[in-house]
């Protein structure tokens, strides 16, 4: 395993939040393209 991949690993292991805030930054840039294309981009957040 390279270095790159535990690292991310880490990531969605200890601190999921952290990496669902940068996946959901990610789609939030690419919103106008994903809409050009079709998409519509909805998130839904579940307090438990």
Do not use: D, I, W
């Not at 690993?9 to 050009?36: C, D, G, I, S, W």
């Amino acid at each position: 395993m390279t270095l790159e991949a535990c690292a991310a690993l880490a990531l969605k292991t200890l601190m999921p939040e952290v990496y669902l805030n940068r996946l959901l930054r990610t789609f939030l840039k690419n919103e106008e393209f994903l809409h050009q294309h079709g998409y519509s981009l909805r998130y839904a957040r579940c307090n438990s």
